[in-house]
């Protein structure tokens, strides 16, 4: 496909028809299902495990990339997912991934040192991170326009049990059956999933779009560089490092845009989803309701421990707050959104985003109510929002850019998610270093997030009121 065809596609032709008869559209909602809590679960799981891990196979100092090299391959591999999907069918890359991930759960099982861990957790991202997004690309494929609103808010429901069920899952194993078990029990349970996903016809290739070597390093090593400058304060680099980072990020994204320029359909992003109005939009909604959740459930915790108004069971209970936010409100959006229309669920999205974490920064961190106030305001007003940007974008992208244009949008949110908590801990910090107290210094980090809320309300009005 040309880039002139790109650009000139209808914004509003339906993205894909439904890709399997009922019973098979049953099959893979089942399938998809499993696959994202097997996903989302992994990315929760470690936290609770991490003392055991670092008691047993020692290095300390490295126990923390168990949880970074997971996040950062998952982030990496977006992309290249939808590009998969696009090229080859959302089933064939769905099983691919699922394979990927079983294969690293064995490596994790069976390390038996720390750096070994910490690659196999690596290789784990890879296919959790694929597997997370082309479940999305999948229920786009496979549902219409009117559906996808319910359907994502069922996805949605997923990450909020694995958010809950993760932790549980890995304090329940480690103190029966030992920690490694609970990453080997991926393997029936994946082989489920793929069994479900096979009942389902696949789909034919839609695109002849190009996986380019060049392009995807290109565009690995510009965004790597970009999520590691991002994580820096949290990593202690020093200097030399960052500017290495920092060249490592201009050279890949400019050789990425130079690659791209020449050969359109070897994009891994395509170019119309940073220029056209409505696409750019919903990307920035993406990162600004991703940014308000991740920072303010990061915060929170710190600022109530901080105050002495709970300890760290309490603290994880407001995490969980904003998960089951997040959930309902894309439960609820999903079954407005076809009716209300794009505007309105997003603008109420963002009034949520801006209005709770206003709450957490005018109770201060000690006032309890308003913290749980708060906080499940700041998950439904993500759930409204993240589920408009999502159902909109596929909605109005080009039938044979569906899963490029799902894995930008949702690699939208994962940036956002990693400059809000980093961003916003330095709000925090430079707040306490200019005078203001534990607890003064957290409701500036809290104000800030309110004023991301209000800037997302801004784009929030710019989508149309119907489609």
């Known amino acids: 496909m040309s880039h002139t065809t790109e650009r000139t596609t209808p914004a509003a032709a339906p993205a894909a028809a439904p890709a399997a008869a009922p019973a098979g559209r049953t099959a893979l909602l089942a399938g998809v299902l499993l696959s994202l809590f097997l996903a989302a679960a992994d990315s929760t799981v470690v936290g609770s495990l991490l003392p055991t891990i670092a008691g047993q196979l020692g290095r300390q100092d490295l126990y923390s990339w168990l949880i970074s ?13 939808g590009a998969v999907a696009d090229r ?13 991930f079983a294969a690293a759960s064995v490596a994790v099982a069976s390390a038996q040192d720390m750096p070994t861990l910490i690659a196999a957790r690596a290789a784990q991202g890879i296919g959790a991170g694929a597997v997370a997004s082309l479940t999305y690309v999948l229920i786009g494929q496979a549902f219409d326009a009117s559906e996808r609103g319910r359907m994502q808010g069922m996805l949605s ?9 993760g ?35 696949a789909a034919p290739s839609t695109t002849p779009r190009v996986i380019s070597p060049g392009a995807l390093l290109s565009f690995a090593a510009g965004l790597g560089g970009l999520l590691l400058l991002i994580e820096t304060p949290a990593l202690d680099v020093p200097a030399p490092l960052i500017i290495a980072l920092a060249l490592l990020t201009v050279l890949g994204l400019a050789a990425h845009i130079t690659l791209v320029r020449r050969r359109p359909t070897a994009a891994l992003i395509p170019s119309a989803f940073a220029t056209k109005g409505d696409q750019r939009v919903s990307g920035l909604l993406a990162v600004g309701a991703a940014a308000v959740l991740y920072a303010s459930v990061t915060l929170l915790p710190l600022a109530l421990t901080a105050s002495g108004a709970s ?29 209300l229309g794009p505007r309105t ?29 708060g906080e499940s305001l700041a998950g439904l007003g993500t759930g409204f929002v993240a589920t408009t940007s999502l159902v909109h974008t596929q909605n109005t992208a080009p039938v044979q850019w569906l899963g490029a ?6 690699l939208c949110r994962n940036i956002g998610a990693a400059v809000g908590v980093n961003l916003l801990a330095a709000v925090q910090l430079i707040a306490a270093d200019h005078g203001y107290g534990p607890d003064d ?7 800030a997030l309110a004023v991301i809320g209000i800037l997302t309300l801004v784009g929030a009005l710019r989508l149309p009121k119907r489609y």
């Open 157 to 165: 429901s997923v990450w909020g049990l694995a958010a809950v069920a």
């Open 69 to 81: 090299a997971f996040l950062l391959t998952s982030v990496l591999v977006t992309p290249l997912a």
């Open 345 to 373: 669920t997003a603008a109420i999205g963002a009034l949520l985003l801006a209005a709770g974490p206003a709450l957490l920064a005018a109770g201060g961190s000690d006032a309890l109510p308003l913290a749980i106030a």
């Open 405 to 410: 244009y799902t894995a930008a949008v949702t």
């Open 311 to 339: 300890g760290a069971t309490e603290s994880g209970l407001f995490v969980i707050t904003g998960a089951l936010g997040w959930v309902v409100g894309s439960a609820v959006c999903g079954s407005l959104l076809q009716r």
């Open 88 to 100: 080859w069918g959302g089933r064939r890359a769905m099983l691919s991934a699922l394979a990927v």
């Open 441 to 447: 210094s957290y409701c500036v980090a809290f104000a």
């Open 167 to 201: 932790p549980a899952l890995g304090t329940a194993a480690q103190a029966t059956v030992g920690w490694r078990w609970i990453f080997l029990l991926n393997l029936p349970l994946a082989a489920v999933a793929a069994v479900l996903l096979r009942k389902v016809p």
